[in-house]
């Protein structure tokens, strides 16, 4: 069974980086398209940005030209390059295989000043 662990969450002030991880188990990673969602406290969870098996990403409006969404195939790992941070990013952020039921179990992203 396939399974997702994210890292590298952490707390930073407004327009500091971090790079979060997604290990995946499974063989399957290399043709699989994943994505990153977030949630925010009180509100529904959110998509950020997909990454297809070739490698082209698409990004939801609001992190356009701040986040990269990136994958090494040999190391079974997506990452979440996020730049520019604003308050607004705060959030636990999740990794999935996109549309599929398999999710990891998220990491905090705290962005404050």
């Known amino acids: 069974q396939v399974q997702l662990v994210e890292s590298g969450g952490g707390l930073v002030q407004p327009g500091e980086s971090l790079r979060l991880s997604c290990a995946a188990s499974?063989?399957?990673?290399?043709?699989?398209?994943m994505a990153w969602y977030r949630q925010a406290p009180g509100k529904q969870r959110e998509w950020v940005a997909t990454?297809?098996?070739?490698?082209?990403?698409n990004y939801v409006d609001s992190v356009k030209g701040r986040f990269t969404i990136s994958r090494d195939n040999v190391k079974n790992t997506v990452y979440l390059q996020m730049n520019s941070l604003k308050p607004e990013d705060t959030a636990v952020y999740f990794c999935?295989?996109?549309?599929?039921?398999?999710w990891g179990q998220g990491t905090q992203v705290t962005v404050s000043s």
């Open positions: 990454i297809m098996s070739g490698g082209s990403g």
């Open positions: 999935n295989i996109w549309r599929t039921a398999i």
């Open positions: 499974g063989s399957m990673f290399s043709i699989a398209a």
